[in-house]
């Protein structure tokens, strides 16, 4: 079984600052996604990324890969109040040929508070 | 309105009881998923069904049965329900050749 591990698994700011949330596995991943959500509702895709180095931007989030493919991170610089949710990394596991199933990182609630 | 939908949002039970939660889709999609969510343990797989005639088990399938009754349409079943599967449940779909996945709204299931 292919675990990934998020951290930290709780995180509370100011409106302004910068943060940084991490991905980490042993395993080697054919793409890596991360989900956003909100309560009483379900996870929420933000970006895929697929290769190694890969860095994507979403407004004020940047999204990396590792080389390795193992390992992903999430910065969000100047956070604000509606970036306040459950941030979820999840990986499609290498040689899984459907393509479809996905292993969950634990999650990192983030609270910005203005 | 919504894609993915989800019956019950919210379910009291008690233990020993059977209980089915629904889950339909309007995206056309052939692979759906069921999941459960507790606090600090991120996502888990149950079941997938990947067409019809398809159903496989995930990471955490005992205790819980499925049914995909059509392409739309896949049922989760707690057979004989306990304490410990209290937890937010989620249905998703992916199409075909990708990872993306499409999450409805959940189920708030507790069981005493």
């Known amino acids: 079984t292919q675990l990934l591990e998020q951290s930290p698994q709780f995180l509370s700011i100011q409106e302004g600052e910068n943060l940084t949330v991490y991905c980490n596995s042993s395993?080697?991943?054919?793409?890596l996604q991360w989900y956003r959500q909100e309560p009483g509702e379900g996870p929420v895709l933000l970006v895929t990324v697929v290769t190694g180095g890969e860095v994507k931007k979403l407004k004020r989030l940047t999204f990396q890969f590792g080389d390795a493919r193992k390992d992903s991170s999430l910065h969000i610089t100047a956070a604000q109040p509606g970036d306040t949710g459950l941030y979820l990394c999840a990986g499609v596991n290498a040689g899984e040929t459907s393509g479809s199933r996905l292993t969950f990182g634990e999650g990192t609630q983030l609270t910005v508070n203005p | 309105d919504a894609d993915v939908t989800q019956t019950p949002r919210n379910r009291i039970t008690k233990t020993g009881k059977r209980i089915m939660l629904e889950c339909s889709q309007t995206?056309?999609?052939?692979?759906m998923y069921w999941y459960r969510q507790d606090p600090g343990l991120g996502l888990r797989l149950i079941y997938y069904?990947?067409?019809?005639?398809?159903?496989n088990k995930g990471e955490i399938s005992d205790g819980y049965s499925v049914s995909r009754q059509a392409q739309a349409k896949f049922s989760l079943s707690l057979e004989s329900a306990i304490p410990n599967q209290t937890a937010l449940y989620f249905c998703a779909t992916s199409d075909f050749g990708t990872p993306k996945q499409y999450f409805g709204p959940g189920t708030r299931l507790t069981v005493t």
């Open positions: 395993s080697v991943f054919s793409s």
């Open positions: 069904s990947f067409d019809v005639k398809d159903i």
């Open positions: 995206k056309g999609h052939d692979r």
